[in-house]
């Protein structure tokens, strides 16, 4: 059964499928570095914190990155009513980010870190060893060559088709988020000016052109499993990224309180990342009304399930948590706790993972050729995993906030004679810790129960791209 | 943009030696961030390094660099349970070298930044 609109948006599915190996390869990462913060040693020497912590946080860049990018192509030819410019352009760059991705990890496995940066160059192009920004420099300048074939394929798409609001915010965070990578070649000496540029990577992907990538997909699918008219949805699709961009770019300011920086920083960061939740706020709100005020009852449940819950968990991860510890005062004792940890955790689930997955489980059952919709059994299987996995990310965030609470009391609001080391206070918190690992292993069991929804309809999918109409399909490649 | 004018007034860059950017490169090479925190950025598995200047070497750079020779050299520690710093196998020269990168680190005015000396 040819279910999709333009042929070419198949290319869509390799990236799709690949995400998702990634995300569970990062899952398992997170639950040994989980067991080594109250294990200390274990797997010490063969895989040491800082490696399990690197792949951990690079799988999650790459995975929402292919997840993006697969988005991006299931939608954009969608959007502007043609084919892709180039299909074969977008798979060999699949292939090619794909290898880059791999090698780049089996490298953080394989060899030390410093031979790592050794074997690659580092010393003519210093860009390693910088928290998220971990890639030898040779990866990074293929992320930016993938990201401009990219680019390209998808600019050339939207010049011949029609040229619809959502296509333009997408492809203007997709823009973005080539734009601002480039601050991650500008390495200087002195550490504060790095830490400040290092911010224009860091905070203006995850809090201001991916935001754009993020309402563009949620409006996508809103329009179709509600049947909303596309001018209601616009209109929020603007007042959100308006707010986004406009609390966002000022918000930087919350990362310059300890820097190096002028005072004022504490001013304009904490008046307008306090600012920074309504965007999301008004995300929840837009996403409830466009489904209660829906025309039409589409089949695929488990979709618009992903859509409403992305909002309300990025409103909780990156909005309530973010505020919690976003004023200058505040921040000045929870700056690097675990506090810092439960906020990142909530908003990169809520925000980006949930918005990936809300597109995957309303792209993947096209893209098998399955129908509209994946049958009611996998659609049950799904949301299974969809309440297992979000339900273990509120318990991970609230034990992590528990840590984070007793780590300010114990070792940042005392004078210094009285405060308790770090390492003292980590033993303390080693209930949290435990608790968290157990949510993990809960997150994980979600994951895969969420996979094996891609099981349940294994037969349809054999039995379609059997039939003679699917010939021309990519579908099963 | 004001703020990177105003920035050499409190970042003390005239402090830098090429010994500090030494020290630098090997706090990158050797992914310290990845388990560290610096002024509060990094991974939260182990001590705050900003500051440790003052809390292991008391503020003093022939204490500290003696500290950090010592602590390089006798890692990883193998109490058991404990969370493990790995060995990097650093030369004399490189351990001051980063010993220099964070006593840098820590004479940046950073707004009073850590609340204690304990990170």
Known sequence: MNTLKFQSQSVAKPYFIFALMLFTGQILFGLVMGLQYVVGDFLGDAIPFNVARMVHTNLLIVWLLFGFMGAAYYLVPEEAETELYSPKLAIALFWIFAAAGTLTILGYLLVPYSTLAHMTGNDILPTMGREFLEQPTITKIGIVVVCLGFLFNLGMTILKGRKTVINLVLITGLIGLAVFFLFSFYNPAN????KLFWWFVVHLWVEGVWELIMGAILAFILIKVTGVDREVIEKWLYVIIAMALITGILGTGHHFYWLST????????????????????????????????????????????WALGTAVMAFLGAGVWGFLHTLAPVNFYTHGTQITAAHGHMAFYGAYVMIVLTIISYAMPKLRGIGESSSPKAQVVEMWGFWLMTIAMVFITLFLTGAGILQVWLQRMPESAEALGFMATQDKLAIFYWLREAAGVVFMIGLLTYLANFLVDRKKVAVTSGMPDTSGLQTDT | MHTTKEMPKTDHRENITESVERGKALWEDNNCIGCHTLIGEGAYFAPELGNVFYRRGAGNHETFKAFMNGWMKAQPLRIPGRRQMPQFNLNDQEIDDLADFLKFTAEMDVNSWPPNIEG
């Open chain 1, 191 to 194: 550490i504060a000016l790095d």
């Open chain 1, 262 to 305: 002028p005072e004022y920083w504490q001013w304009i960061g904490s008046i307008f990342s306090a600012l920074e939740p309504l965007p999301f706020f008004a995300m929840v709100l837009y996403a409830f009304n466009m489904v209660n005020r829906r025309r039409r009852e589409h089949p695929n449940k488990a979709a618009t399930l």
